[in-house]
């Protein structure tokens, strides 16, 4: 029961082009959305999230985007630099029964090349 | 400011072995989870707490067992280790129920079962 997927497993992009980062939802109860970049041999770090309540969210370079009727999220990253060379997890979230259910995909290997 | 430790960063443990997983946090964060991830899969909860005194079984708590005597640590259990727990253990904490900012991760625990 994959409610969050991450379709492409790995994306390659050369530096100082966009990199966009896709994730799709299957249960219409997320309101909240987050993205999180993981480097080797460390935990997953918070990058940007959105409410359902939104449809862009900006920071820096990074930008996210829902489209909640498509249940389908985006990062976008522009400028790409090398350094952005990492996995990325989309992560949804609703209230159940006993709290907040965060659901994470499986992830997405960004390389951005030189 | 450390954020959440894990120790160790890797084990290999024979089947049937217990070992715990050590997770501290310094940032009195009241919420602490753990999760794994294994090759390919989204991060999957095992078993999280609200606040000392206080644990709930996630998606995938078959096998391990938690306590939370303080508000600093949230050790993971293991008994009778079984090749299925092979996987990678996050531990991760935050102020809030909904992860507003995102969960705060630890490094990580690479755990293999032989």
């Known amino acids: 029961d994959q409610q969050v997927k991450q379709n492409s497993p790995s994306l390659s992009v050369q530096e100082g082009r966009i990199s966009i980062l896709n994730c799709d939802y299957t249960?219409?109860?997320?309101?909240?959305f987050l993205w999180y970049k993981k480097y080797p041999a460390e935990g997953p770090t918070f990058l940007i999230s959105i409410s359902s309540i939104k449809d862009k969210n900006e920071d820096g370079r990074f930008t996210v985007f829902l489209n909640k009727s498509a249940k389908h999220l985006s990062l976008h990253i522009v400028p790409s630099q090398p350094g952005d060379s990492a996995v990325y997890f989309c992560?949804?979230?609703?209230?159940?029964?006993?709290?907040?259910?965060?659901?994470f995909g499986a992830g997405t290997r960004l390389f951005v090349k030189a | 400011n450390a954020g959440v430790t894990q120790t160790p960063k890797f084990r290999i443990l024979k089947i049937g072995q217990s070992m715990t997983l050590q997770c501290t946090q310094d940032m009195n964060h009241n919420y602490m989870y753990w999760y794994r991830q294994d090759p390919g899969m989204g991060l999957k909860l095992i078993y999280y707490?609200?606040?000392?005194?206080?644990?709930d079984k996630g998606e995938v708590p078959n096998g391990y067992n938690v306590s939370r005597s303080t508000t600093e640590d949230f050790p993971l259990r293991l008994e009778l280790a079984a090749p299925s727990q092979t996987s990678v253990y996050f531990c991760?904490?935050?102020?809030?129920?909904?992860?507003?900012?995102?969960?705060?991760f630890g490094s990580g625990t690479r755990l293999t079962v032989v």
């Open positions: 249960n219409s109860m997320f309101d909240y």
């Open positions: 991760a904490s935050s102020p809030h129920e909904r992860q507003t900012y995102g969960y705060t």
């Open positions: 707490s609200v606040g000392a005194g206080i644990t």
């Open positions: 992560a949804a979230s609703r209230l159940d029964t006993g709290g907040f259910k965060t659901i």
